[in-house]
């Protein structure tokens, strides 16, 4: 499975709406993990937070109001994009679903194709690496569509797994990032690489970060992680 790959939780009691969802995600080249109730999703989510999150209304046992309710109610969670899909169409419904704290609201039946497009624009607002925009940092600049990085005007050489770190930690800069969480993110979930590999990887972005001078960015937090800034 291609590393940093965009990743979508859909969660939806249908099956027969789960796996169309699915396929035209994994289509869209997402990763896609499934769930049919909210017990299940809370636990997916905190296993392996999701980039984007599909969430029904109408779930059996804890609905998905409430699902959106308690994930935008914790820290580690409220960032995540909740697109809420449901067949209430009025008006008070949707101030209600957004008022709870989703990110977009759509009714059913819906477009598989606005769908999509309403996913691309919450993942470009979260993940800005993945439609090919410019990051900066201070005097780091990451331009993902050319695949270059330069830092105080002065290129930067990078191997891939350099690259897809730096992307990561500009994405969210101060963001404390465990090894384990870098590499689900860098190299992949269905990929075996052991946590000391990040260890090394994260030694060589340091290095090519200072090869035209300047502090080092990449912050080392004890028994946590790595963060930028």
């Not at 994994?26 to 809370?42: I, K, P, S, T």
């Not at 984007?52 to 914790?74: A, F, N, T, Y």
């Amino acid at each position: 499975m291609p590393a940093n790959r965009p990743s979508v939780l859909v969660v939806e009691d249908e099956a027969a709406q789960r796996e169309v969802l699915a396929y035209n995600l994994q289509a869209e080249g997402y990763e896609v993990a499934r769930a049919e109730n909210g017990d299940d999703a809370l636990l997916l989510v905190e296993e392996a937070p999701p980039d984007v999150i599909i969430l029904d209304w109408m779930l059996p046992g804890v609905s998905g109001i409430e699902i959106c309710r308690r994930l935008k109610s914790r820290t580690e969670t409220r960032s995540i994009p909740v697109i809420m899909l449901s067949a209430r169409s009025e008006e008070g419904d949707r101030v209600r679903g957004l008022e709870t704290g989703a990110d977009d609201y759509v009714v059913k039946p819906y477009s598989v194709v606005e769908l999509m497009a309403r996913v691309r624009t919450q993942l470009r607002r979260i993940r800005p690496t993945t439609v090919g925009m410019r990051l900066e940092f201070e005097d780091i600049v990451l331009d993902s569509e050319t695949h270059k990085v330069t830092r105080n005007s002065k290129p930067i050489k990078l191997g891939p797994t350099e690259f897809r770190l730096l992307a990561t930690f500009m994405d969210k800069p101060g963001r404390v990032w465990s090894r384990e969480q870098l590499l689900d993110r860098v190299w992949g979930r269905d990929i075996y690489v052991d946590t000391r590999t990040v260890d090394v990887h994260v030694g060589r972005l340091r290095k090519a970060l200072c090869t035209h001078g300047g502090s080092n960015p990449v912050r080392t937090v004890r028994s946590a992680g790595y963060a930028l800034g």
